[in-house]
Each structure stands twice: as C-alpha cells, then as structure tokens.
C-alpha cells in the first residue's frame, strides 16, 4: 500500500518561499502512468489542485497560482517537493500530497496533510 507523508515548516513569514517535501512508501515515484500532485485547503474553503509531477519527471502547475509554484523530485530519495514563492496568508492552509493515475481527478492515495501558516 502507497504511503505518503508531507513534511516541511509549519511557519512561514510572508514574502519567504514554503518549501514541502512529501516521502513516498509502498511504491515508486517513477511507476508508468502514475502522477504526484500537491492540493491544498484554506481554512473554510474547498480543495485546491496546486500542481503535479509525472512518473517520468515533468512537472506542471496551476495557472492559478501565477508560476509561484515548482514541483521537483529526488528518485534516490523517493520524494518530491514543492516551492511556493512570494507567499502571503492567502497561502495559509493545510497541503497535501497525492497520487494519482494520469489524467485522472481520483486521488488513490493521500498524505495525512500538513498546515502551514503564514505569519509575521
């Protein structure tokens, strides 16, 4: 069974960069067909897609977040990251990692989440 665990600062200052990192477990990162993405949930709001990293290492983002955001991998590690740039307490919320097939809106897999909270 997939297991996958964000970790990263709970505390971010506004205008810094949030950098996550979510470990993988019970699978590999480079299996066909699978995708990586980030989500994340405001406080009192839905879920937001972020981004994502494909098994064979491309990476796409949201339009929404105004390429603010980067997404990268460590095979020998079995993880990938995101960076957020230019964060404000917009950007406070609750990130999660996620698996997925390609193309697909179903997340098989979720990290029990992490908040991050952005804050003089």
């Known amino acids: 069974q997939v297991q996958l665990q964000e970790s990263g600062p709970g505390l971010v200052k506004p205008s810094q960069t949030l950098s996550l990192t979510c470990a993988v477990s019970?699978?590999?990162?480079?299996?066909?067909?699978?995708?990586w993405s980030w989500v994340r949930q405001p406080p009192g709001k839905g879920l937001e897609w972020m981004g994502v990293?494909?098994?064979?290492?491309?990476?796409s983002d949201s339009p929404a977040l105004k390429s603010r955001t980067s997404i990268s991998r460590d095979m020998s590690k079995n993880q990938f990251s995101l960076q957020l740039t230019s964060v404000t307490p917009e950007d406070t919320a609750v990130y999660y990692c996620?698996?997925?097939?390609?193309?697909?809106?179903?997340?098989?897999?979720w990290g029990q989440g992490t908040q991050v909270t952005v804050s003089s």
């Open positions: 019970g699978g590999s990162i480079t299996t066909t067909y699978y995708s």
């Open positions: 996620a698996q997925s097939l390609i193309g697909s809106w179903s997340f098989g897999y």
């Open positions: 990293i494909y098994y064979d290492g491309v990476a």
